[in-house]
T-cell receptor, first 110, second 112 residues
Framework: GENVEQHPSTLSVQEGDSAVIKCTYS??????FPWYKQELGKRPQLIID?????GEKKDQRIAVTLNKTAKHFSLHITETQPEDSAVYFC?????????FGAGTTVTVRA | GAGVSQSPSNKVTEKGKDVELRCDPI?????LYWYRQSLGQGLEFLIY????????KSGLPSDRFSAERTGGSVSTLTIQRTQQEDSAVYLC??????????FGQGTRLTVV
């Protein structure tokens, strides 16, 4: 089955700086790559996703890049703000089943 | 309903008792997942249902854990003879093919 690895496990950034989280996947057939944000005490929610026919996607301060050859994808958050502090999960799927990474705890320092 | 619904929201049970957790997915979603999340930890995969296919039970931690999904809709996760290490938040999610998974609000299980 699909195996997704996520790095780093924790990330501390100064407010206004950028944050980058990287994930690798094992199944070359995977074609859907979502990112979820989980705030403290809340459920994970989708923040952005990308499909394998696209190399990059942006939504305001967040962007995701995909390298299918290398089987890795990354989340980029620019101009970080305190409300970006949360746990972020990447995932990959082919067909139906989503496989999640272990998560990255992002802390934005004021 | 508009989203994935889980019940109960909170459950406190005595060690050794059985518990049932319920998940009502979004109508039309054929995929349903159960995850366990301990405090400050990641998403531990438990079980996955897809349509009428045999479920992927590879994440169930012991034979005390079981789950079923009736009529391709509502799912119940059962934990028998609960132990203190079973204390966690149990999250359910549903999705359609190659699309966003929507999570329920979770059931916080405390075994005392």
């Amino acid at each position: 089955g699909e195996n997704v690895e996520q790095h780093p496990s924790t990330l501390s950034v100064q407010e206004g700086d950028s944050a980058v989280i990287k994930c690798t996947y094992s199944d070359s057939a995977s074609n859907y790559f979502p990112w979820y944000k989980q705030e403290l005490g809340k459920r994970p929610q989708l923040i952005i996703d990308i499909r394998s026919n696209v190399g990059e996607k942006k939504d305001q301060r967040i962007a995701v890049t995909l390298n299918k050859t290398a089987k890795h994808f990354s989340l980029h958050i620019t101009e970080t703000q305190p409300e970006d502090s949360a746990v972020y999960f990447c995932a990959a799927s082919w067909g139906y089943k989503l496989s999640f990474g272990a998560g990255t705890t992002v802390t934005v320092r004021a | 309903g508009a989203g994935v619904s889980q019940s109960p929201s909170n459950k406190v049970t005595e060690k050794g008792k059985d518990v049932e957790l319920r998940c009502d997915p979004i109508s039309g979603h054929t995929a349903l997942y159960w995850y366990r999340q301990s405090l400050g930890q990641g998403l531990e995969f438990l079980i996955y249902f897809q349509g009428n296919s045999a479920p992927d039970k590879s994440g169930l931690p012991s034979d005390r854990f079981s789950a079923e999904r009736t009529g391709g809709s509502v799912s119940t996760l059962t934990i028998q003879r609960t132990q203190q290490e079973d204390s966690a938040v149990y999250l359910c999610a549903s999705s359609s093919r190659s699309a966003e998974a929507f999570f329920g609000q979770g059931t916080r299980l405390t075994v005392v």
